[in-house]
């Protein structure tokens, strides 16, 4: 059982920074990692994804803006968000999978972990 606990969501302005973390409890070395987003209205989407061998993937809206990375030593997955726009005001949302996140989430298939979210508001 894994169990992820998100934090540094808060509301910024446009062109802000914002780094997120996700800390895992139980063993998530060889497990793909990610970060998801969900819109008020709108489905959730799978923005960023680590795979354990360190291969990343992202979806085309925050590439070039967002990085995504993971400490194994510490459990904890980041993203780094910069250059923010009102239009990434989200919930966001770790998620954990045995599978390759990044074929996870290119296929846009629901991964087994959650975390509970965190709010990110980007105000222009």
């Known amino acids: 059982q894994v169990q992820l606990v998100e934090s540094g969501g808060g509301s910024v302005q446009s062109g802000g920074s914002l780094r997120l973390s996700c800390v895992a409890s139980g063993y998530t070395d060889n497990m793909g990692l990610g970060w998801f987003r969900q819109a008020p209205g709108k489905e959730r989407e799978g923005i960023a994804a680590i795979d354990s061998d360190g291969r990343t993937g992202y979806t085309g809206s925050v590439q070039g803006r967002f990085t995504i990375s993971r400490d194994n030593a510490k459990n904890t997955l980041y993203l780094q968000m910069n250059s923010l726009k009102p239009g990434d005001t989200a919930m966001y949302y770790c998620?954990?999978?045995?599978?390759?996140?990044?074929?996870?989430?290119?296929?846009?298939?629901?991964?087994?972990?959650w975390g509970q979210g965190t709010q990110v508001s980007v105000s222009s």
């Open positions: 998620a954990a999978d045995r599978r390759r996140m990044t074929i996870v989430r290119a296929l846009g298939l629901p991964p087994t972990y």
